[in-house]
């Protein structure tokens, strides 16, 4: 499978049972503030959840009918409304195969070119060098250490605030 085979597309009503497969995947869970509790019918419903909610942008990788990964955007009300957190999650079987680049870079220009968010933020483990890396590679700062911010395999762990913001467009900007 090459990265280029994958197809970048949004979040369907049919795709909660193979985001559950992503969601519980050992690495996954590990990096997103996972449980290995987490029900298939609890899941459904907040991939249901995401689909009603208008704020919520949730792209997904599809190959061959089958999703392997997704990034989420959350967009802020009222007055944070230029601003959005993302999540991604790459299937482990899949990682490191470009798939969270395509999807990171296809969410980005959706919030720079078309819903207007000049503020993306996000929350990642600080000794997660390589995702941490990733994230930098697309023009996200460090903003602060969250010290002993969760919990992970029996510890409590460090967590990174980043956030990557256009130029600020405002008349007096
Ligand atoms: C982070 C994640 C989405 C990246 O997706 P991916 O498909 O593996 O990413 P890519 O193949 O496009 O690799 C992107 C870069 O990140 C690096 N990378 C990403 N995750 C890595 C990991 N766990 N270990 C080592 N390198 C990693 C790759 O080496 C690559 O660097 P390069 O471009 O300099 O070669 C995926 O690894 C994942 O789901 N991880 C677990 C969940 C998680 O941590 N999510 C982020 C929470 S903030």
Redesign the pocket.
């Known amino acids: 499978m090459r990265p280029r085979d994958a197809r970048i597309r949004p979040l369907g009503s049919g795709d909660a049972a193979d985001l559950y497969r992503v969601r519980l995947a050992p ?2 869970m590990e ?2 503030l996972g449980l290995p509790t987490l029900t298939p019918d609890r899941w459904r419903r907040e991939v249901e959840a995401m689909l009603q909610n208008p704020d919520n942008h949730c792209l997904v990788a599809d190959i061959d009918g089958e999703v392997v ?1 997704a990034v989420n955007l959350d967009v802020g009300r009222g007055r944070k409304s230029h601003s959005a957190t993302l ?4 299937r482990d079987d ?9 999807l990171l870079d296809e969410m980005i220009s959706a919030a720079d070119d078309w819903l207007a968010i000049s503020r993306i933020e ?3 483990f600080a000794d ?1 060098g ?2 941490v ?2 994230y930098e ?1 697309r023009g996200f700062a460090r903003e602060g250490l969250k010290r002993r911010a969760a919990f992970r395999g029996g510890e409590y762990r460090d967590v990174l605030v980043m956030a990557r913001l256009l130029p600020d467009k405002s008349p007096s900007g």
Do not use: C, K, N
Request: aromatic fraction near 4%; hydrophobic fraction near 45%.
């Open positions: 690495r996954v990096g997103t990964g999540g991604i999650m790459v899949f990682a490191g195969r470009g798939l969270g680049s395509r996000l929350e990642v997660h390589a995702v890396g990733l590679s």
